[in-house]
């Protein structure tokens, strides 16, 4: 096995101090194809849901963000990769041709058990990356924000109301 | 090009030396190696992917160094681990050099900083007389204090009636930024363990200014400020040495070398502009304010027969007493919605524990403060990232049931000297100018480590006494070399062998040099932000180096 999860977290970035930078601080995205798009698709879908105050982390163009990294990434692609011949093989035992083609709690339980596989294992080692790279470009886009009483981004407006009680809703 | 003085660097100390000298009369040169910073066109806080951009990007706006090999991390330690809920572990069996905070750029480092402006705590000043470690500085805070005033008063400093640790001759220009509503339950915890909280006296204006807006408490001074209500050297000390006719800055002009001649002056200052084409000149007077890792790159590799040890470094001290940012910063969920992504980074302030002598047995003051700002803990990204846990649809509840109710608390402290603490030339490794690379040797020592059990201690306390959760997230120094302020690479001293300037700040052999950034610190001082102090201590020096051009010394 290639990776451990430190290894990931070091690709996909280092930690944070007493100063604004990210903990995790990420790599740039050159827009390359990835391989399997609609096998990753649904495995970010899968990550990150459309709900009624959210569009889904596909419908905000995840998907295509997170292919350009991997392409960019040799240790991400050869990842990304192993765990993909993975998911083909958990897709077939539970009776699908793809992952993509399975129902949605089908998807669910397969996530599940890569979030549950061993440290520094494929499964695992993906699930982690995969989705601390959704959420940084899912919550890069204001459609990601409702419900959550965030009226940013931070300028022109600033929070002019920051001594008071947060606004509900 | 005519001018009295040659200033290399644009930050804190170089800004306000400029100033200094050019409000007085003498015409200036500055020689900044990095850009201008234009807020119209880099300044990304108004698009959604904000959070996704560190300030500044590009390698245009930092300086290459490296790290030697770092310290083994014990187990005995452990708690002081760095870790994160979500991500894990920070650091491995081995300290982890992540980062020398700064910017390259005319306004230097404050084009990052979060705008703390603080006076030294008297005491910190006399740390070996007093209390037996580190060294004294020359000078007593009573010859510093009018220009504390005077750099106060120029950047619009806002702070409170008040400061019981540092007698002040003059109130602030400003009053004091209202606590946020988060800093207040932090405030609230802090009076229950019989703590103090005051209004931190900040470089951001709270009311207009000289021509500058009040802030709108966006929070994100470190990503850069786009409204210049942040008091950065570029739109205080460097943009009023220009409005003043006497001052030029040339930006984009990296110094490749200085040249000691005879008489124990410096002959010649040497650089490459933006376009590679080479210039020199023959300075009268040469200060030096390129941050306490470049300036004493600079000095070191400026050696020649004159010089043999390198330029300055008669007594060996040149790079020497590095003292790095010793930090702490813990944060928690509150079960209240607080909006706590709002207000100045660091609003509140505890100074209870600042004198040296007030955490028992261990010598050397901290402070707490407010810290979510600091932390990045401030926005959609890190909130999804760090602090929501889970993934689908339990990772969304999550994220609607934590935004805005992160607290933070971060304490900054005292870092000794310590021998294994320093900046020194890599051999391997050299710039586009064949210039070598600044190395930066770090080891955190027992009593640094003894004080940092202290501030997490009280970290976690102000959090549960808040009524917060457990910490999700913890970060500190101790496995993780991370340094936002530097200093004592030239140290001040009267005392030639045992120190690079003097009082005044010049060298106490090169008639001609001057050094007026972070690197003449004897002592850090207990967890007090630096860059008013250099400024105080910058303008300072160009007062002296103005009279002796007018005394005809120079
Ligand atoms: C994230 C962050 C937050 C901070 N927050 C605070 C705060 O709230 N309050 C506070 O007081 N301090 C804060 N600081 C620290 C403060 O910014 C620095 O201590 C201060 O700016 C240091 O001043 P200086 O003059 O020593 O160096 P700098 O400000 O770093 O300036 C040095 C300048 O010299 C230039 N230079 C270097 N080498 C050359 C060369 N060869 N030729 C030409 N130019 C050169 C550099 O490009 C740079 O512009 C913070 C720092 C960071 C990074
Ligand atoms: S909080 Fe105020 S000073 Fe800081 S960046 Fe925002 S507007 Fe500028």
Sequence with gaps: MPFTRRQVLTL???SLLLSLLTWWPRRETPLVPASRPDELSAWIDTLLPAETDFPGAVALGVGERMAAAIAREPAYARLTAAAMGWLAARAREAGGTTFAALPEARRVDIV????????????????????????????????AWTGLTYAGPPQPIGFPDQAAAPKSG | MHADVVIVGAGAGGAACAWALASRGVRVLVLESGPWYDPVRENRLHLPDWEQHAFPEGKEYRHAYTFAQMQALNPQWAQLRSWNHNLGQAAGDTRRALKYQHVRGVGGSTLHFVGEAHRLHPAAMRMASRFGVGADWPIAYGELERFYVEAEYLIGVAGPLHDRHRPRSRAYPLPPHAHSYASQRIGSACARLGMSWSPNSLAILSEPWQGRPGCNYCGQCARGCPRADKGSADVTFVAQAQASGRCTVLARCHVTAIVPGDGDRVARVSWVDADGTEHSLRPRALVLACGAVQTPRLLLASANAHAPQGLANESGQVGRHFMETLAWASSALHPDALGSHRGVPSDGICWDFNAPDAIPGIP???????????????????????????????????MRNSFGRVLSVASVGEFLPNDGTYIDLDPHARDAHGLALARIHSRIDELELRRLVFMAGKCREILQAAGTAKPFEEFGTYDTFNATHVFGTCRMGSDARHSVVDKDCRSHRWRNLFIVDASVFPSSGGGESPSL?????????????????AKREL
């Design chain 2, 533 to 549: 102090t250099i400024e105080a201590l910058a303008i300072r020096a160009g007062a002296h180096v103005r009279n002796l051009l």
């Design chain 1, 12 to 14: 996909t970035g280092a």
């Design chain 1, 112 to 143: 599940a058990a890569a979030a549950a596989s061993p440290e520094g294992s494929t499964p695992r080692t993906f699930f982690q990356a995969t989705l601390d790279d959704a959420l940084f470009h899912a919550y890069a886009d204001a459609r």
């Design chain 2, 364 to 398: 050397g003051g901290v402070r707490f403060s407010v810290g979510m700002a600091e932390m990045d803990l401030a926005g959609p990204i890190n909130y999804a990232r760090r602090v929501a846990s889970g993934w689908g649809r339990a990772h969304r509840a999550a």
